[in-house]
């Protein structure tokens, strides 16, 4: 995470802020909206160089884990969110290393009863806590823009008097509107 935001800092011009950090992705790297798969490499048209230019990815989930799928156990996790929004930004005008990704709440929040395998909506309260590391990535930020991924992100963001730009979430049937809105903010 260090090393992705370090290399953005100052070059950032967009802030593509999320719900949460979910298992498939940030759980396993650190990064918002990153997936494993992606940084170790394995990705089929997302490259590592895309996210740290200059790092080598190193496995972080259990490949011996019952609860995985073979591909899961071979090349790690993959996030179909990370894949939708990463694959626009190669798509688009703008180099990568100017998009930062960030969640309002930028921890794993997961279903206790059924393990840290499952993602789970954030409360109140920690999209509150979240909000405070948001603000403080803000003051190294000043100059971006940002831009809501998903209702939620955007109302936390109003919330806290942040003007954002709002884009449709790529998750549950809403990759296309997500596609379509991202290409126009993206300039």
């Known amino acids: 995470m260090a090393q992705f935001l370090y290399s953005r800092i100052a070059r950032a011009k967009y802030l593509l802020v999320a719900e949460a950090i979910g298992y498939q992705g940030g759980r396993f790297t650190g990064i918002a909206l990153v997936s494993e798969r992606i940084l170790l490499g394995h990705h089929k048209s997302i490259k590592p160089n895309v996210i740290l230019p200059n790092y080598q990815g190193q496995r972080t989930s259990n490949p011996g884990h019952d609860g995985l799928k073979n591909t899961q156990k071979h090349l790690g996790f993959t996030e179909p969110t990370a894949t939708i929004v990463w694959g626009e930004v190669i798509k ?53 823009k ?42």
């Open 92 to 144: 688009s005008s703008v180099s990568p290393e100017q998009v930062m990704t960030w969640n309002m709440f930028p921890f794993h929040p997961f279903a206790q009863n059924r393990g840290p395998l499952t993602n789970r909506t954030p409360t109140t309260v920690e999209l509150e806590v979240g909000a405070s590391y948001t603000k403080m990535l803000l003051t190294l930020l000043p100059k971006v």
């Open 146 to 187: 940002v831009v809501a991924i998903g209702r939620k992100a955007g109302r936390t963001l109003d919330t806290m008097g942040i003007k954002n730009t709002p884009v449709p979430h790529p998750a549950n049937g809403g990759a296309g509107r997500f596609k379509e809105a991202i290409k126009e903010v993206l300039v």
